[in-house]
Nanobody, 117 residues
Framework: QVQLVESGGGSVQAGGSLKLSCAGSAKISTFSVMNWYRQAPGKQREVVATINSLGTTTYAVSVKGRFTISRDNADYMVYLQMNNLKPEDTAVYFC???????????WGQGTQVTVSP
């Protein structure tokens, strides 16, 4: 069973930074795509950032220029560097991966990010 575990969430003031980590139980290179999603209270889960096996990245408009997704295939890790955080970034952040061989989708349990004004 493939597992993804997020860490690095916390509480910061607006303008601050946090770096989220996602540790996989399998090599990250075995996932064709890795994503970071977030879900704020009362809202639908939304994709924040995506990185594929070639290292190509895409971002939601709301975070472009502030967030950076990266992957380290050797270390089973995916990261989300979040800078210039805003109160509207407050949400539970989830790591998500698509298994290359089967297309199965795996989720982490989430990590809370709270940004105060």
């Amino acid at each position: 069973q493939v597992q993804l575990v997020e860490s690095g969430g916390g509480s910061v003031q607006a303008g601050g930074s946090l770096k989220l980590s996602c540790a996989g139980s399998a090599k990250i290179s075995t996932f064709s795509v890795m994503n970071w999603y977030r879900q704020a209270p009362g809202k639908q889960r939304e994709v924040v950032a995506t990185i594929n096996s070639l290292g190509t990245t895409t971002y939601a408009v709301s975070v472009k220029g502030r967030f950076t997704i990266s992957r380290d295939n050797a270390d089973y890790m995916v990261y989300l560097q979040m800078n210039n955080l805003k109160p509207e970034d407050t949400a539970v952040y989830f790591c998500n991966g698509v298994w290359r061989e089967t297309g199965s989708v795996y989720w982490g349990q989430g990590t809370q990010v709270t940004v105060s004004p």
